[in-house]
């Protein structure tokens, strides 16, 4: 079978789940390419990889040249209910007369219409009002197209299959401390993801010798005990990961945290390190009793969770359930069949 992946930037993050995807496509035999109307790059973590060697970052982003390739596949993937992804591929899946599947991985939709949070409030004067009406046109559309999503919480609010982010196994990259933990934060520092709760709590444990490791630029006052790399490559961001002995993912409670599922839990689980997240709906899912589970935004409550397995046979032990949870439920051979049934569904709606 023959997939065309429609990603809203090459040069994004949002890359990631694309690369889920065509990941799920490979397992299952299938030639992918990838396309996008924005980015004369690819993103920086997935540069030189044989993934890139799928994405056509130098052809022709008009509709014409897009519609010939999708008109040479069975299916087109849209990744994101967004303008420059879903909005996108309604017009190539009509124009090449392919089916569509829609794919969400994140409340992009549910984020951007959102004015709880106080920056979407101060965002509303600016917007232009064609957005606005675009993403709930989409929003429409989205509830009448075939549709998977990461994880339950996506899955329930948008009707859809489950498909949730995979990651073939790296193996073990080292084994646990036996004092001074290290702790690492994988990703660049974005409000809702709650490193300055992070870098708070690890503050608090200095009696424990904690150290924390960012793939993230400096900020004004790195401490002692942060090691600030900068951006990775996906690789080092794996080694990262699994050469520190804790994973953290302090998400704050927004509107977009409470429904994503950060890829970089999938891989902290993968890599069989104890794992400490924010008790929001997806990650609980994710995690289930293979992590610690902490209430977002508290730095008292993630100080307490962090203290709680500084003993190497509480991390020991932590590590491997949620190695065993990952292999069992985010590998790619655990998810392709699913994934296989909603896309030859898809086909199925598309030709009726």
């Not at 709930?136 to 009448?144: E, I, M, P, Q, T």
């Not at 104890?274 to 609980?284: E, F």
């Not at 590998?331 to 896309?343: E, K």
Request: aromatic share 6%; net charge positive; charged share 25%.
């Amino acid at each position: 079978m023959n997939v065309v992946i429609l990603t809203s930037n090459f040069r994004s993050n949002s890359l990631g789940r694309a690369y889920c995807l065509w990941l799920l496509c490979r397992s299952l035999g299938w030639d992918v390419t990838l396309l996008s109307p924005q980015g004369d790059e690819l993103w920086a973590p997935l540069a030189g990889t044989e993934f890139a060697q799928d994405c056509d970052v130098a052809g022709d982003r008009s509709l014409a040249s897009m519609s010939e390739t999708v008109q040479r596949s069975d299916l087109v993937i849209a990744a994101k209910p967004l303008p420059e992804s879903f909005g996108v591929a309604l017009e190539l899946s009509r124009l090449a007369r392919r089916p569509l599947l829609l794919d969400i991985d994140d409340p992009d939709i549910e984020h951007q219409l959102s004015w709880a949070d106080p920056a979407r409030r101060a965002a509303r004067a600016v917007w232009r009002r064609e957005r606005v009406a675009e993403l709930k046109r989409l929003r429409s559309a989205a509830l009448r197209t075939p549709t998977i999503a990461s994880n339950p919480t996506l899955a329930r609010r948008w009707r859809s299959t489950v498909v949730p982010h995979v990651r073939e196994d790296p193996g073990l990259r080292a084994g646990q401390r036996d004092d001074a933990p290290t702790i690492a934060f994988v990703g660049t520092d974005k409000p809702h993801k709650g490193l300055d709760v992070l870098r708070a709590a690890v503050a608090r444990t200095q009696d424990h010798g904690f150290r924390l490791v960012v793939t993230d630029v400096p900020p004004p006052d790195p401490k002692p005990w942060e090691q600030w790399i900068g951006t990775t490559t996906f690789d080092r961001g794996l080694d990262v990961a699994g050469t520190a002995d804790i994973v953290a993912l302090p998400s704050r409670p927004t509107v977009y945290s409470r429904a994503q599922l950060p890829v970089k839990l999938v891989d902290g689980m993968m890599l069989g390190r104890t794992v400490v997240v924010s008790d929001l709906p997806a990650t609980r899912w994710a995690v289930g009793d293979a992590g610690v589970l902490v209430r977002p935004g508290s730095v008292g409550a993630l100080t307490r969770a962090l203290v709680s397995v500084r003993e190497r046979s509480v991390r020991t032990r932590l590590g491997e359930r949620a190695r065993e949870l990952a292999l069992s439920r985010f590998a790619p051979d655990r998810v392709r069949d699913t994934f296989a049934v909603a896309c030859r569904d898809a086909m199925s709606s598309g030709s009726s």
